[in-house]
């Protein structure tokens, strides 16, 4: 065989290879099952004529306040540990970068292009990220719309977890954020900081349970961190410690401007893919992500459902009855879980029911004593989606609630107010069949 028969059949398995690894990544984003991790390398601010990076902006600005000479080199480390001056504003470190942060002009802030695009992806109901600052969650919310966006942080003060609720999309600061406690070291600026939270994680006694147990299940995307090798390292396993060379299984995927070849070998041995340019990465997955997704959007096998049934499990039987009587006699095309306990919990499951939710013509809420009482329950979650989808149709009836129990309070805290709608339904009333009617009669219009 000829030199360049061989380069070019070399080159052609790299390309297929290179395909099935973009199809494995869409495909774990579709079923919901890629957290990101991001990280502030795309995080920029414009001083004058001059962009600059964030990081760089507050270390020259705590510079000038140190009175220390600025120089391209300079770390927050450095700053920290600088001279016997030093030691006596140790922790007006913090407090001055949240008052940077918190003064810092909004037109000066520039996220790049290609974050933006990947914070708009729906499918990421969770995202991570390093930074200590809201510009990330500022992007979230312009993307995704505001008050729709939920943010946690961190805390070595006291511990904060997720819940199983993914009907709000999610952003983490793993490594606390700035001006949320009051205290000096509440979040990450020196290395001895990220060695410190990074402890908490590998804690069982400091980190956050849910989260920690749900990043070992997840397909793991770390864009933009940039760290060194040694750090990126120690960062990785505390995120994912069962991390396993001899496990075939894809991890995840790294995208750093900053990989040298120890560390891109390091990666290849614990099954994580690379690449190099972050920017270039981000373009090419949002542009193959939208074609998959509509593609997928298109071929969805789920059948177009007019009415979605929400319930507690306790209160099976009863929404059981009420979707027999419109199957029966009204032929309605029901979402309905059939088989009592049958609901399994995950992000790639919470994908299929907001889908459901969004394409629905009506939303039913079965409403009872049970769902006053229970603070928590998926129920609450698909209530969450309803509200979602409901926003763009203000101009129809999507809501339609049914009462099963008898002195069911609908102004407790604990009953969604856009279910106090006037012709509300009760299933224990001489007209309920009628109501069940005019609902139908309404959707199909």
């Given amino acids: 065989m000829k030199e360049d028969e061989k380069l070019c059949i070399m080159e052609t398995k790299e ?219 120690f960062f990785l396993y505390s995120m994912k410690p069962l991390l396993n060379p001899s496990n075939n299984k894809k991890t995840g995927v790294v995208a750093d401007s900053k990989l040298d070849k120890e560390l891109i070998a390091f990666l290849s041995r614990i099954n994580n893919e690379h690449n190099c340019d972050t920017e270039k990465f981000i373009n090419e997955l949002v542009e193959k992500w939208d074609k998959y997704s509509r593609e997928h959007e298109k071929n969805d096998i789920d059948t177009e459902n007019e009415i979605f049934i929400c319930y507690a499990h306790e209160d099976f039987d009863t929404a059981s009855d009420i979707v027999n009587k419109l199957e029966k006699k009204w032929d309605a095309k029901i979402w309905f879980d059939k088989k009592k306990g049958a609901i399994e919990s995950g992000l790639d499951f919470d994908k299929k029911i907001e889908r459901q939710i969004k394409k629905c013509k009506a939303f039913v809420p079965i409403l009872s004593n049970t769902t006053i009482k229970r603070k928590e329950g998926y129920f609450r979650t698909e209530w969450g989606y309803a509200e979602q989808a409901y926003k763009p149709r203000t101009s129809t009836r999507y809501f339609f609630p049914i009462i099963i129990d008898e002195k069911v309070d609908l102004e407790h805290e604990h009953i969604h107010k856009l279910f106090t709608v006037p012709d509300i339904m009760y299933y224990n009333s001489k007209n309920f069949e009628d109501k069940l009617q005019e609902m139908i009669r309404y959707i199909r219009k």
Avoid at 214 to 222: A, E, G, I, R, T
Wanted: proline share 3%; hydrophobic share 40%.
């Fill in 15 to 233: 390309l297929c290879r290179k395909d099935e690894l973009w199809d494995k990544l869409l495909r774990e984003i579709w079923k919901g099952n890629v957290i990101p991790i991001i990280g502030n390398e795309l995080l920029h601010i414009k001083v004058g004529e001059e962009c600059m990076h964030l990081d760089e902006y507050l270390i020259q600005k705590l510079a000038k306040f140190l009175d220390i000479e600025y120089t391209k080199s300079l770390t927050f480390t450095e700053l920290k540990e600088y001279g016997t001056e030093w030691k006596k504003k140790n922790s007006e470190l913090y407090h001055k970068t949240t008052k940077i942060l918190k003064e810092m002009p909004k037109q000066q802030v520039q996220i790049s292009e290609s974050l933006q695009k990947l914070l708009s992806i729906d499918n990421f109901k969770l995202i991570l990220t390093t930074t200590i600052d809201d510009l990330m969650f500022n992007a979230m919310e312009k993307k995704r719309g505001k008050d729709i966006v939920k943010q946690l942080s961190y805390s070595k003060e006291e511990i904060v977890d997720i819940n199983s609720d993914f009907s709000q999309p999610l952003l983490y600061h793993i490594f606390g954020r700035a001006g949320v406690i009051p205290e000096a070291h509440s979040f990450v600026l020196t290395e001895d900081d990220l060695l410190e939270f990074l402890c908490n994680w590998l804690s069982a006694d400091h980190r956050p349970k849910k989260l920690f147990d749900l990043l070992q299940s997840k397909y793991l995307l770390v864009v933009g961190c940039n760290y060194p090798n040694w750090l990126f390292r």
